[in-house]
Each structure stands twice: as C-alpha cells, then as structure tokens.
C-alpha cells in the first residue's frame, strides 16, 4: 500500500493558541490544506490518505474537507501528535491499527501548507521510496551557507554544492520508520527536528529527490501573499 | 486544483505558471502521458509565426496532440487509469450545418487556448476519446491520424465516393498519415507518394508507389490529390499535383504556409477542379480512427516507425531538448511526460 500523510499541525506549541493555522487560510479559492489534499488525491498511485490535525481542529478540518469535497473514501483524519515525528507516528500507528503494516507499505509525508507540490514530486517520491526505503525531497542550496556555532562569528563557509535545502515530501517504508522510531531513547528523539535524521542517526542512507524551488512552505504571511501572487484564478477550458 | 502549465511566454522560452483550475461536473481530469510535437507548435516555438500572431497567443501551452490517463472523473463513468486521447477542437455551438472543426466559434487547445503541456488537464468529458488497447507512445499520434481522416471523411465518405488512385504530394508526418489512412479506409485504391527526400519515401511501404518529385509521371492519373508540403514549397507541389489529377478531381490543401501561394487556376478551371482545404478534426474522426486502429494493427507498427525520438520530460529543460532535437528528426517527437 501506498500512504500519503499530510502533516496539517500538531505542535504542541500551538496548544491554547487561538490563531487559525495556516493550513487553514484561503489561497486562492480554497484553503492551503484543501489545495494540497487534492494534488494527492489526484495520483492514483496514493492508495490512502491520512491528513493529521491537532486534536482542537479536528472537526473544522473534517467541515472544510466536506465543504470542498476532498473528504472521499480515500482520505482518513488522524489526531495529531506533541512534535512534528510524534505526528508522522501517530498515522502509522493509525495504519497499524486500521489495515496493519506490511513491509512494503511507505508511506509519503507532506506538509500541508505546500500546495505548490507536484505529480513529479510525488512520483518521484514513489519510486525512489519503493527502491530505496528512505527519501528526502531536496533543492541544491541557492545562498551560501554560513555557519556561527557562536551565533555571533562565522565558524565556517562549507562548500555550497554539497548543501541542499530540504523541502517534502519525505517518504519511508513504514515498518522500518517505525522500527527505528521506537529504538531511539527519549533524548534522541528530543533532539529530532526532521524525519529523515531518525534513518540517518541509525545509519540508514536516505535518498535525495530533486523538489522545486517554488514548492515553497507557507509559514509566514509573506508567504502567503507571494502564493497568491503566482496562483492565478479560477481557469476553465 | 492548482495546476501547472508550462507556456510559451517568447520563443525559445517556456515558464511554469500556477493555475487554480475549476472541476465541473461535466470535466474529467486527465494526466498527460504522451505528447507529440507538431509543426505548428514547432512554428510558436521557433517564433516563426507574426509577431502580431505571437503578441496575440503567448503565453500559451503548446502542444494539441496528447493522450494521458483518467485520474479523476466526478461523475465516475470512467475508471482510474483509462487511456484517452484529449480532442483539441472546441465547439462552441451545435451548428449541424457546418463539422465542428469549422466552424468560426470553434477553439483550439494551443492556439486559442492553452494547449495539453500542463501537470493535470482538465476537460470537458465531450472531449475525450478512449483509446482501448493503444499502446500510449503510438496512441499520441490519434491526432494527425484524425486530421487525415476528416480529410477523407470530407473528400470521400461524405459523397460516397471512391478513388480508384490518390496521390500525397509530401514525404513527412502529415504526407505519412494521411497516405495510411487512404490506403486503409479506402480498399483497392492505388495510393502513390510524391517526395523530395529519398530516405523518408522508404518509409513508405504501404504505398504502391513512391515518386521523387522530378520522377512522378505527370500523365493526368489521379483521382484525387492531397497537398501535405506547406510553406514556401507549397506552390510548386500543387501545380504539380494539378498538372497530375484527372479532370474534375479532387485537390485537398493540408499544409500550412504563411504566405499567400501561387496556384495556376488556368488549369483549375479547364480541368474543372475541386479544392478543398483540410484542417484540424472532429471528436468522431478520433474515435474513426480508434476503430480503424485496432480492426487493423498493422498502423500502430506503421506509427512507431515514423517516431523518430522519444524524451522523457521531467524539467523545462527536457522541453527545450524535445523542440530543438524535433528540429533535426525525420519524422514526429513524442516527449514522455513525467512532470
């Protein structure tokens, strides 16, 4: 089986915060969320989609995805967890629980507020996931890289051509993800900021998808302005 | 949906643009697999067209001949995977005095409106034409197969009639095409090729008789000629193709040229001659030739051999490597699409 998660929040940060998620602001005609479930549900390869929500917004999300009719039979909302890995874990474990996990199953995780994702992305995602088990969608860094471990002096220039910056999807077979996921001690995992570093820290190779550079994540309202800039409106034949 | 297109914005220079596109009932939403390139696109691409033309029509998606798979279908008629090929005319109206590749309402999927090189396209069910068991490399040629056929649709079917001879005056993709569905569509008809180049008249083989242009014998032997040249060349091969048609003939005008061309209309008129100019097709001549296609699996062969390259597009890039290496191919350039 072939998941997609999209991953619409979670963070436990958040908790208490009134402020509608940005997953949740209209891009065009639709909300961010609603544009990137459909990119999914539009590949049939994706056997089942999983849009994990925080808890809070569970039944907001379910109304709009039935307001824009994304809600099929092939899409599932899962709760989501305190960080952004115990959020990729809870719908493995929905998996689990739901149809079981078999070896072959991977699983393509997204963020929510990257609609600009596309078919070649995911495709791409598909294929090097079912060859490889691991897969990081990347695009060669633009700027160069400066590092300040002191936060105040430039401690080194690495050499730009071998630095990338990470975008998604990142897509994993599930049995392993979650194999490795459990191994790791509470320490580790608190100082896990991405996915990919849960297969690289035990040695796994992860493999390197080429994104877009405008498959751009819509944090801040610059972004969002930008997005709305370059989408232009409803088109029909 | 946020789609992307990939436009023409000047020659040579193609851009991705973000569409929000609107999913109606009436629409499938279709993921191109197989597009071919076409001269008129090849025209655009080159910014060989007016610069008024270009001024008008860009940005625009190039690209009118293209098959893909069925990926969403709201109405659920048509299963997840479906091959099909997407039908470029437009109508507009329901004038059933006139086919609808004529009529002055009528849109084009790369002229008048942006053409198949998107991530999704979405179109109006009307408009598409399942292809059953076609292979999709060979299916993305449904379109010129098309236009060949509603040349024959109007030249013959129409009136019932039946050629006994037919000469294809151009040894290219059109001149290939258009010389296969006669032979086809038309049993027993004697069908002769007449060409410049000597290689590409030997892909020929379902003709009985290929001519260099200086070799055919001019002795009034056609029942019906098909002009496939086009461009500056044009003018010379119609005369020649009116010095070769029996009296009361029938001449089809196919290929394009951007300038006005000279026709010796003395011999037209002492001959009694028919002229009629073929362009674009209908939704029934694909499905025509669907049915020709797989009653008779030999023009699938026929049809790979005039691929001369494939490319598989997954950047912009890619897009300019299929128009440019199109550029130096004998006959068609499909791009696999993966983008």
Redo the contacts between chains.
């Keep these: 089986m072939i998941y997609a998660e999209i991953l619409a929040g979670g963070s436990g940060t958040r908790m208490g915060n009134t402020d509608r998620p940005k997953q949740f602001l209209m ?4 909300p961010i969320l609603v ?1 990137t479930i ?2 999914f ?4 390869r994706i056997d089942r989609i999983l849009v994990v929500v925080p808890n809070v917004w569970l039944d907001y999300s379910k109304d709009i995805m039935n307001k824009y009719n994304v809600y099929t039979d092939r899409v599932h909302l899962v709760v989501g967890g305190s960080t952004r890995n115990e959020t990729i874990m809870n719908g493995c474990r929905y998996i689990e629980s739901q149809w079981g996990i078999t070896d072959e199953d991977i699983i393509v995780t997204h963020d929510s507020v990257r ?2 994702i ?3 992305i995911i ?1 791409d995602n598909i294929d090097a996931c079912l060859k490889y088990g691991a897969v990081d969608t990347v695009i060669p860094a633009v700027d160069t890289i400066v590092e300040s471990t002191n936060n105040e002096t430039i401690t080194n220039i690495p050499v730009r051509k071998y630095y990338y910056q990470g975008q998604t999807p990142q897509s994993f077979g599930i049995a392993q993800l979650t194999s490795l996921y459990n191994a790791l001690t509470e320490e580790e995992k608190d100082i896990l900021t991405d996915a990919c570093k849960i297969f690289t820290m035990k040695g796994h190779p992860v493999h390197l998808v080429m994104g877009e550079g ?1 498959n751009i994540k819509i944090t801040a309202m610059y972004d969002l302005k930008l997005a709305n800039a ?8 | ?4 297109r990939y436009r023409l914005i000047s020659p040579k220079i193609i851009r ?7 999913i ?1 009932e009436k629409d499938v ?1 279709v ?1 191109p697999q197989y597009l071919s390139i076409c001269a008129a696109d090849q025209r655009y691409y080159q910014g060989l067209r007016e610069k008024a033309i270009l001024d008008k029509k860009l940005p625009m998606c190039l690209i009118h001949e293209a098959v893909g ?1 069925i ?2 279908d709201p109405k659920g008629e048509y299963p ?2 479906t091959l099909v090929a997407m039908v470029p005319n ?1 109508a507009c109206d329901n004038d059933e005095t006139i086919k609808e590749n004529y009529r002055l309402t009528s ?1 084009f ?1 790369s002229s008048s ?2 053409g198949f090189m998107r ?2 396209v ?3 069910r009307s408009r598409i034409v399942e292809c059953g068991n076609l292979k999709g490399r060979c299916a993305s040629l449904l379109e010129p197969m098309s236009v060949a056929m509603n040349a024959y649709d109007v030249c013959f079917r129409k009136y019932n009639r039946h050629p006994k001879s037919i000469g294809v005056w151009g040894d290219g993709s059109i001149g290939f095409v258009v010389a296969l569905v006669m032979k086809k569509m038309i049993p027993g008809c004697e069908v002769s090729v007449i060409g410049t180049n000597p290689e590409k008249l030997e892909y020929f083989s379902f003709c009985d008789h290929q001519y260099m242009i200086d070799t055919v014998p001019c002795m009034s032997q056609f029942d019906a000629c098909f002009e496939c040249v086009g461009g500056p060349a044009s003018s010379k091969a119609i005369n020649q193709m009116i010095d070769c048609i029996k009296p009361q003939g029938i001449l089809s005008l196919m290929g394009v040229s951007e300038h006005p061309v000279e026709v010796n209309t003395r011999m037209v008129l002492e001959k009694g001659l028919t002229l009629v100019g073929h362009s674009r097709s209908s939704v029934q001549d694909f499905k025509d030739c669907v049915e020709l296609m797989q009653s008779k699996p030999e023009i699938s062969n026929y049809l790979e051999s005039i691929i001369s390259d494939e490319v598989v597009i ?1 950047s912009i890039t890619d897009m300019y490597e299929a128009f440019d290496k199109d550029r130096s191919n004998r006959f068609k350039t499909v791009m696999k699409w ?2």
Aim: net charge negative.
């Design positions: 891009l065009g005609n639709k544009h459909e990119a549900l539009l590949n049939p609609p600009f596309t078919q070649r495709n405008y370059i989408l232009e409106g409803h088109l029909h034949d | 949906m946020i789609n992307q991705v643009d973000f569409t929000e596109d609107a109606g939403v993921r798979e990926v969403y997840t995977g437009i849109k999927s409106e942006d991530s999704l979405t179109i109006d997954r993966e983008m």
